[in-house]
């Protein structure tokens, strides 16, 4: 004679009958299962970055140290936009003469601005923020529309435009 193994239902413990497999009826799987959601989220888990246990509403990271080394990759972390910067403004200088088109002044890259020669075609400024991250296309039409000029005969030809 075989014996018909008894089973329980996971979630109250009622004998299953029939088909029956894990739960006794829809209710006592759906609540199981809520349940476990509830006992997942309780548990304890840690930061991706350096392991310390998560708290309150933190989901990933500890902090925002964590985050910043975690979340930002190489290509948009501060030091290699200023570098993607500094190179990219390398290259609008060499585009454009590689020295100011009024005293021939080359000596330091940061010295040297890009002058639009109309304003109304301005569509942006060629700052760092912008060379760094737009694109470079776009940055090559905006700087035609400019001359390079030193900081001083910038500053200069501004003070003669303003009086």
Wanted: aromatic share 6%.
């Amino acid at each position: 004679m075989i014996t018909q193994k008894k089973t329980h239902c996971v979630n109250c413990e009622n004998i299953l009958t029939g088909k029956q497999t894990k739960f006794c009826c829809s209710v006592c799987g759906q609540r199981w299962h809520t349940k476990q959601k509830w006992i997942a989220r309780r548990q304890i888990h840690h930061c991706v970055v350096c392991k310390n246990p998560l708290s309150g509403r933190q989901t990933k990271y500890c902090c925002k140290k964590c985050k910043g080394a975690d979340h930002y990759d190489t290509n948009q972390s501060y030091t290699s936009l200023r570098k993607r910067a500094l190179k990219r403004k390398q290259q609008l200088v060499d585009l454009l003469g590689g020295k100011c088109k009024l005293c021939g002044y080359s000596k330091c890259l940061r010295a040297l601005c890009f002058h639009h020669k109309d304003p109304k075609t301005k569509k942006f400024a060629l700052d760092s923020r912008r060379i760094a991250g737009t694109r470079w296309s776009s940055v090559i039409l905006e700087a035609k529309k400019c001359e390079l000029l030193c900081s001083n005969c910038h500053m200069e030809l501004h003070d003669q435009e303003n009086n």
